[in-house]
């Protein structure tokens, strides 16, 4: 499949034959289904046959050296069967016993019982705002589910019971009818296959490239199969809300959910996060304070979150239909209570609400409180920075770099519009400076505004760094107007982009002894942190780290850190190896974007002897 505008075309062709033959429809899916599932299954019994070839023609021939032959179709075998074993983790959350909130079990229960629903095994609490039914297979592909019941506190604290029976209602509606053990067994191949490309394309081999043609292939038609059922799994359960429920309670339902969730996000979470400027410690009780505004939303902004989903389309990323689609679908008007005396929280869980509220309070201190204090911190630092600037501003013209460091600081203040115009003063006065255009036309994208896809693509011409943030950037703004010719247009760019990427790291993560290596050039701070990452691994005992710099993206440089380890470490696992590498790369991605290979300095003497000709490349060495 080509393009977008392809992939979409197909969409709409198959609700249009959905709907007219809908038994065809899912034959159609299963079988397509059916053919992933045979193919994959053929592939492993002749890798498997192929395996068993090698090991007869060793027995025969006596000749041990094939069995590095054997190494070959035995590692595909192991891909395809890790591939295939799928394995979807539970959903977090606070298990709630029925004692504790009997009301609400018995309500689960009748409105289970009324659909003919299968049954709930375990109801999980969150501090999201949303509701869930999660099949959790315990045998990967073969099934066996368990059921989980997901319900977001805030969700709850926002409707009135019959709303909140709805919702229910809804999620019940994907276990009904048996439609649920189809269509969970054709998310979790639809997963299988995306775990199978990852795996493939990382490997890299010439057989494993044979695997991904196939799915290059098929992917997209199976995701388009699998969407039109989803979607349409979607409405089938707005009906039985609408069956349990009553029309009104269903559609009310859908516009609260819509709304509430919308101001919650722009209004009360965002004024309390504002509140780290001001404050050092976080708020004691979040979550009790976001319950009671739950119930009580402004009508005025209410009614403006609700038009903002009123309006927005249905979209190809999302299997939900969009509001409008479902109230139209239901044949009700966009209706509902912005504010309500008593929620569905506090009729089902009575008593239980104010410690479950107490509990994510706890929960949510506990776990932000770090993050809180070091961005308090930060941003107390980026004001006195912003001031300082403030006063160099006044007393004469900035450098082009210094000038973005202080719009950065404006816009991480107080906003885009305090950022803006002090990005078009730099534009102004320097009409090249590259950072300076792609933010300036970054701001005025973010917003809307057509005329910074210009400046976004001259930035991107006269800054290679820019060049894929901008393509993700002006693909979201093509598909927010759907605009499918742009986006297949920024999507073949993302494309060409990942080729090149790809091409980088295949040249950039290769070194031998003859490169030209050169001298790491890390700024101090940078490579500071990365000593202290290095000394907090007590097995390493020296460290070089070098760069080079490939043909294919000369802008991106690959470094190559080479570590020594303590002979005690050589008797260790090689899982205690593999966690150390992968500290040492987390601290490295978290510094910058660069392609990065970590080397243990024993397996590669040669290299070493070449590295320690190159200036500064010992960067750490244990007293």
Not at 236 to 261: N, P, Y
Not at 266 to 272: G, K, N, P, T, V
Not at 404 to 419: H, W
Not at 588 to 611: C, G, K, T, Y
């Amino acid at each position: 499949m080509k393009s977008i505008a392809e992939y979409q075309s197909l969409i709409q062709r198959l609700e249009g034959f959905a709907a007219r033959s809908p038994r065809r429809y899912l034959l159609q899916v299963g079988g397509l289904a059916a053919l992933g599932v045979g193919f994959v299954a053929a592939a492993l019994l002749a890798v498997l046959a192929a395996l068993a070839g090698v090991a007869a023609v060793i027995f025969v021939s006596k000749k041990l050296v094939l069995i590095k032959i054997a190494w070959i179709p035995l590692a595909l075998a192991y891909l395809i069967l890790r591939a295939m074993w799928v394995r979807i983790p539970p959903p977090e959350g606070r298990a709630l016993a029925r004692r504790e909130a009997p009301r609400l079990f018995a309500q689960i229960e009748r409105v289970r019982r009324r659909l003919g629903a299968q049954r709930i095994h375990r109801v999980v609490i969150t501090p999201d705002f949303n509701a869930a039914v999660a099949q959790v297979p315990r045998l990967g592909l073969l099934g066996w589910p368990q059921n989980h019941l997901v319900v977001g506190l805030p969700l709850m604290a926002s409707l009135t019971v019959a709303e909140f029976r709805a919702v229910l209602a809804h999620e019940f509606g994907h276990l009904s009818h048996h439609h649920a053990r189809f269509g969970n067994w054709i998310y979790r191949i639809r997963l299988t296959w995306h775990r199978l490309l990852a795996i493939l394309e990382q490997e890299g081999s010439v057989a494993t490239k044979l695997f991904a043609r196939f799915f290059e292939w098929y992917t997209p038609y199976f995701n388009a199969y699998s969407f039109v059922l989803a979607r349409a799994n979607e409405y089938e359960a707005d009906r039985a809300s609408a069956r349990i429920a009553g029309r009104a309670a269903a559609g009310s339902a859908l516009v609260a959910v819509h709304a509430k969730a919308a101001y919650l996000d722009a209004h009360y979470w965002e004024q309390l996060w504002a509140g780290v400027r001001d404050r050092a410690e976080p708020p004691r009780a979040p979550y009790s304070e976001l319950l009671a505004r739950c119930k009580s939303v402004p009508r005025d902004l209410g009614k403006a979150f609700a038009k903002v989903a009123l309006d927005a389309p249905s979209d190809l990323n999302d299997t939900h239909p969009s509001l409008a689609d479902r109230l139209r679908a239901l044949g009700v008007p966009a209706r509902t209570r912005f504010e309500i005396e008593r929620s569905a929280a506090e009729h089902l869980l009575g008593d239980a609400l104010a410690r479950l509220a107490a509990e994510q309070d706890r929960a949510w201190r506990e776990q932000m409180a770090p993050a809180w204090r070091e961005r308090h911190e930060a941003v107390a630092a980026q004001c006195e920075r912003f001031a300082e600037l403030e006063r160099e501003a006044a007393a004469g013209a900035l450098a082009p770099a210094t000038a973005c460091e202080r719009a950065r600081l404006a816009e991480a203040l107080d906003g885009r519009y305090a950022a803006l115009p002090l990005y078009r003063q730099i534009v102004e006065h320097h009409p090249q400076y590259a950072p300076a255009i792609y933010a300036l036309g970054r701001l005025l994208v973010q917003g809307g505004d057509a005329q910074g896809v210009m400046l976004v693509e001259r930035a991107m011409q006269g800054d290679a760094a820019a060049e894929q943030a901008g393509a993700e950037l002006l693909f979201d703004f093509c598909r927010g107007r759907k605009d499918l010719a742009g986006m297949d247009r920024w999507h073949e760019r993302l494309n060409a982009i990942a080729e090149r990427r790809a091409a980088a790291r295949a040249e950039l993560t290769q070194f031998r002894p003859k490169d030209a290596l050169l001298p790491h050039g890390l700024s101090e701070p940078t490579l500071a942190r990365l000593v202290e990452a290095i000394a907090a691994q007590p097995l390493v005992k020296r460290a070089w780290l070098v760069r080079k710099h490939g043909r294919r993206m000369p802008q991106m440089p690959g470094y190559l850190l080479l570590v020594e380890l303590g002979w005690s470490f050589r008797l260790a696992l090689g899982n205690a190896r593999s966690a150390v590498i992968q500290a040492l790369l987390d601290q490295f991605a978290a510094d910058q974007d660069s392609f990065v290979v970590i080397r243990d300095a024993a397996e590669s003497r040669r290299l070493r002897r070449r590295i320690e000709t190159v200036a500064d490349a010992l960067v750490f060495r244990r007293a």
